[in-house]
């Protein structure tokens, strides 16, 4: 009942700029707060990686292979995270999947919700 839905994937050259989009939405009636949001990406053949994550205060954290390259950022009221890519590189294709940890009452606590992936894909 709740999902988080990325766009903004695409192919492009080295170099290149792209934006990432993530929006956490609900079935009718389900209310739902975010906790922090992050984006992940798996290459083939590859573990999944955290790249980027923002906390509920904005405190941000990045792989280092991306700082000074990569901007997460968020819009709490429209329960949405961005990731700004810019100087691209073929090592960051990858499938990139938002994250985020949101409280659903009733259930108790936090958890974890994933979306279905957006795919990069840089050439050189």
């Known amino acids: 009942q709740v999902r988080l839905v990325e766009s903004g994937g695409g192919f492009l050259q080295a170099g290149g700029s792209l934006r990432l989009s993530c929006a956490a939405s609900?079935?009718?009636?389900?209310?739902?707060?975010?906790?922090?949001m992050a984006w992940y990406r798996q290459a083939p053949g590859k573990q999944r990686e955290l790249v980027a994550s923002i906390s509920r205060g904005d405190t941000t954290t990045y792989a280092d292979s991306v700082k000074g390259r990569f901007t997460i950022s968020r819009d709490s009221a429209k329960n949405t995270v961005l990731l700004q890519m810019n100087q691209l590189k073929p090592e960051d294709a990858a499938v990139y999947y938002c994250h985020s940890k949101m409280r659903v009452p009733p259930i108790p606590g936090t958890r974890d919700y994933w979306g279905k992936g957006t795919l990069v894909t840089v050439s050189s």
């Open positions: 609900a079935a009718s009636g389900i209310e739902f707060s975010i906790s922090a």
